[in-house]
Nanobody, 125 residues
Framework: QVQLVESGGGLVQAGGSLTLSCVIS????????MGWFRQAPGKDREFVAA????????YYDDSVKGRFTISRDNAKNTVYLRMNSLKPEDTAVYHC??????????????????WGRGTQVTVSS
């Protein structure tokens, strides 16, 4: 029913920037909260950011607050993650996800219903 496809990952030097995109098909994009998670090798999946159904609220993990910005363009069925001042510890596979349950401030993996396959972000020293 729902398919999420991430893009925009790549290799950058520390201090650089990347913008990730997630295109949603098969459902109404603007209805649901969207989130970004990341997972590094050998690490648990980590919440990064989320944006509410209407775009009125955004949430960030403390590790990225002030550096990353989540946004959405409902006309394009796309959610973005702008990443500035990247650090080597930001290296991970980044996944976008969709919450259809109306959870307040969803920041746990099990609170999301659909997931993309991810895009690799690598930040070199």
């Amino acid at each position: 029913q729902v398919q999420l496809v991430e893009s925009g990952g790549g290799l950058v030097q520390a201090g650089g920037s990347l913008t990730l995109s997630c295109v949603i098909s098969g459902d109404t994009f603007s209805t649901y909260t969207m989130g970004w998670f990341r997972q590094a090798p050998g690490k648990d999946r980590e919440f990064v950011a989320a944006i509410s159904w209407t775009g009125g609220s955004t949430y960030y993990d403390d590790s990225v607050k002030g550096r990353f910005t989540i946004s959405r363009d409902n006309a394009k069925n796309t959610v973005y993650l702008r990443m500035n001042s990247l650090k080597p510890e930001d290296t991970a596979v980044y996944h976008c996800a969709q919450n259809q349950r109306g959870t307040n401030y969803p920041r746990l993996s099990h609170e999301y219903d659909f997931w993309g396959r991810g895009t690799q972000v690598t930040v070199s020293s």
